[in-house]
């Protein structure tokens, strides 16, 4: 008895607070779809909560995968060009890192500037305050700004990678997206 009364109460429970396997689903009409549930009126149409592409792990390659600053394949002046970026905020001066910081750090006693996560990003020991401007760069950032901060020649790939592994960061998402940019292998 208290056995089936355990298991009537486990299935009344939500499935959201239960935590979900990963082949199960919810319908638009909020029904669970899987395969510990009944059919759902019309399986093509399901949320899957949780991207894999956040949560799987991913493990950020070593800072030698990546192309430092004179061995870059593409011409960044011709790409800023053609985009029809600006030539003076680059650099130390980036403009993208400074509009980003602007933003995402208005509540800082001293706000960051772009120079000094210039010079964060290349430091050996970064101090306790270039961790925490470059973990501000790192999790505020959009993946369309740290393309056009490289574009802007504020690090190299194998720079900011190498800032990554020194602070000991790790963001499943922005180690799969930054790997993208690794070198080709030979």
Same mark, same amino acid.
């Given at each position: 008895?208290?056995?089936?009364?355990?298991?009537? !109460?486990?299935?009344?429970?939500?499935?959201?607070?239960?935590?979900?396997?990963?082949?199960?689903?919810?319908?638009?009409?909020?029904?669970?779809?899987?395969?510990?549930?009944?059919?759902?009126?019309? +399986?093509?149409?399901? =949320?899957?909560?949780?991207?894999?592409?956040?949560?799987?792990?991913?493990?950020?390659?070593?800072?030698?995968?990546?192309?430092?600053?004179?061995?870059?394949?593409?011409?960044? *002046?011709?790409?800023?060009?053609?985009?029809?970026?600006?030539?003076?905020?680059?650099?130390?001066?980036?403009?993208?890192?400074?509009?980003?910081?602007? +933003?995402?750090?208005?509540?800082?006693?001293?706000?960051?500037?772009?120079?000094?996560?210039?010079? #964060?990003?290349?430091? +050996?020991?970064?101090?306790?305050? !270039?961790? *925490? =401007?470059?973990?501000?760069?790192?999790?505020? #950032?959009?993946?369309?700004?740290?393309?056009?901060?490289?574009?802007?020649?504020?690090?190299?790939?194998?720079?900011?990678?190498?800032?990554?592994?020194?602070?000991?960061?790790?963001?499943?998402?922005?180690?799969?997206?930054?790997?993208?940019? #690794?070198? #080709?292998?030979?």
């Amino acid at each position: 008895m208290l056995e089936q009364l355990r298991n009537e !109460q486990q299935a009344l429970e939500s499935p959201l607070r239960r935590g979900l396997a990963s082949s199960e689903r919810f319908t638009l009409d909020g029904t669970l779809n899987g395969p510990t549930a009944a059919p759902a009126v019309d +399986s093509r149409i399901c =949320v899957t909560y949780g991207d894999p592409w956040h949560f799987e792990p991913c493990d950020l390659l070593p800072p030698e995968a990546f192309h430092a600053d004179g061995e870059t394949p593409t011409d960044r *002046h011709a790409i800023r060009a053609a985009c029809g970026l600006p030539e003076d905020g680059t650099k130390e001066r980036s403009a993208t890192v400074h509009a980003r910081f602007f +933003s995402c750090t208005a509540g800082w006693r001293t706000p960051p500037t772009s120079e000094e996560f210039y010079h #964060a990003l290349r430091t +050996s020991a970064p101090t306790p305050r !270039q961790k *925490h =401007v470059i973990e501000a760069w790192l999790s505020e #950032a959009e993946q369309w700004e740290i393309l056009r901060a490289w574009l802007e020649e504020a690090y190299s790939w194998r720079d900011l990678v190498a800032a990554m592994h020194r602070i000991g960061y790790r963001r499943n998402e922005l180690s799969r997206y930054v790997n993208q940019f #690794a070198k #080709a292998p030979r």
